[in-house]
């Protein structure tokens, strides 16, 4: 276990959270709830602490929670620190978001029933971490019910040992390579990655990745400066594997992976050879689809402003495998934002 494994865990993003005032009925209105949200958890999951501050104010009828920010309804299924990362390039502490317990935007959203919905999410995307690792989810799909208790008490709690202990029987591994050296030698022996899982376990594979990318005509040096996302329609929201791949002595590092992910920006970067393309989520959860690139052709026609992975921009030559066995989410997944600015002359193409 690494020390940045124990820090995406123990990580938390200060939320001032509001409730929106066509459900406030008293005066003077609540005030907001100030809450610690775990990285990788789910705003869905922050009921219990939300209902009992807004309940005495809120109209009458059934609760379904949502939440939006600058009035884009925010996604549930997407973890809380990703959102963070993805919707505030300058970080805005505390978060402010707003909350709802009525008028369900189903239009917008998928249907979110609380806990069990986040749950099912949370399994489906393990069981698809795990087709991309092993090529089968039988692990995931044989787990026995005292596990999955375990285990999803386990993200909910914030317990990485108990994570582990269950985790491990999944046999999905860590993800090494020959090159991890590279960065061991710099790093104390305690966050060295040459851990294994408690089955010792080490895989050297595809890696599940869930792309965040938007694009940018505009130059920027300051994230304050930097376009703001107020549109889903602007994010390509797609899972793609990734192979690590050495080549001519050198580790393969977090910029390779991100040319190798977005070869429609990137010239000579191809999934031809590693057999599984794009699998896009917009046909599993009714997202709108696109990539931003998909009218251009394959030429390096971008410039990569921003890769943002568990509130950090790692520097882009870090090992590759580094970055995914340290900062992965609980679901196997890696979940990376990247904002690309496009050249003007392409941009018309």
């Not at 993805?86 to 239009?107: A, I």
């Not at 749950?119 to 039988?138: H, P, T, W």
């Not at 709108?288 to 394959?298: E, I, L, M, R």
């Amino acid at each position: 276990m690494s020390e940045a494994q124990k820090y995406v865990w123990e990580g938390a993003i200060p939320l001032q959270i509001h409730l929106h005032e066509s459900e406030v009925t008293t005066l003077p209105p609540p005030p907001p709830a100030l809450v610690l949200a775990p990285r990788i958890g789910y705003l869905p999951l922050l009921i219990s602490l939300l209902k009992p501050h807004f309940s005495s104010t809120l109209p009458p009828g059934q609760d379904t929670i949502w939440f939006e920010y600058k009035g884009l309804p925010l996604k549930w299924y997407i973890p809380t620190g990703v959102l963070f990362d993805l919707l505030c390039v300058e970080p805005e502490r505390p978060w402010n978001p707003t909350v709802h317990f009525r008028g369900y935007p189903s239009n917008l959203l998928l249907p979110c029933e609380g806990e069990d919905s986040v749950k099912r999410s949370f399994i489906n995307s393990l069981k698809e971490a795990a087709y991309v690792i092993n090529g089968n989810c039988k692990n995931v799909m044989n787990m026995s019910q005292p596990d999955q208790v375990e285990l999803w008490g386990s993200v909910l709690n914030g317990n990485l040992e108990s994570y582990r202990r269950v985790s491990s029987k999944l046999k999905l591994g860590t993800f090494e390579d020959k090159h991890t050296e590279n960065i061991n030698s710099v790093l104390p022996k305690s966050e060295s990655t040459g851990d294994t899982d408690a089955a010792g376990q080490v895989k050297s594979g595809r890696i599940p990745v869930r792309l965040y990318v938007w694009t940018v005509n505009e130059e920027f040096d300051d994230f304050e400066d930097a376009p703001q996302v107020d549109d889903w329609d602007k994010v390509s929201y797609t899972n793609r594997p990734v192979e690590i791949h050495n080549e001519d002595g050198k580790f393969f590092s977090l910029n390779d992976a991100v040319r190798r992910l977005l070869p429609e920006f990137f010239q000579g970067s191809s999934f031809d050879n590693e057999g599984d393309t794009n699998i896009n989520r917009t046909t599993e959860e009714g997202e709108n689809s696109g990539d931003p690139g998909s009218s251009f052709d394959a030429h390096e026609i971008a410039e990569i402003k921003l890769v943002r992975i568990q509130g950090i921009e790692p520097i882009l030559e870090i090992p590759f495998s580094w970055v995914v066995n340290n900062l992965m989410n609980p679901e196997y997944f890696l979940h990376m934002c990247v904002c690309l600015k496009i050249s003007e002359a392409s941009a018309v193409q």
